[in-house]
């Protein structure tokens, strides 16, 4: 099982910057995929950013040049930095990760969001 925990959001002005992190626990080293979504208000989920145990990179086009995603093995941790914010990308934002469970077998694991604001 792998729990996802994240962290980092909050109130920011446009045109400011904050980090969100993901705290990952649990069988780790079966995680081969993970991303970031976000959900607004009235709105459906939408992909933001994923990364591959490679270290492949994808971004959805709304925040390409602006976001970045990253992770800290080590640390067993995956980030998101996020540059010169609109309020657009006002949302819940949530950690996902690709778990392996066998050859052909595999789950998603979700973390419980953490709220951005960005202020106009």
């Known amino acids: 099982q792998v729990q996802l925990v994240e962290s980092g959001g909050g109130l920011v002005q446009a045109g400011g910057s904050l980090r969100l992190s993901c705290a990952a626990s649990g069988n780790i080293f079966n995680i081969k995929t993970m991303h970031w979504f976000r959900q607004a208000p009235e709105t459906a989920r939408e992909l933001v950013a994923s990364?591959?145990?490679?270290?492949?990179?994808n971004y959805a086009d709304s925040v390409k040049d602006r976001f970045t995603i990253s992770r800290d093995n080590a640390k067993s941790t995956l980030y998101l930095q996020m540059n010169r914010l609109k309020p657009e990308d006002t949302a819940v934002y949530y950690c996902?990760?690709?778990?392996?469970?066998?050859?052909?077998?595999?789950?998603?694991?979700w973390g419980q969001g953490t709220q951005v604001t960005v202020s106009s």
């Open positions: 990364i591959t145990i490679d270290g492949s990179t």
């Open positions: 996902a990760a690709g778990v392996i469970l066998g050859e052909s077998l595999s789950y998603t694991s």
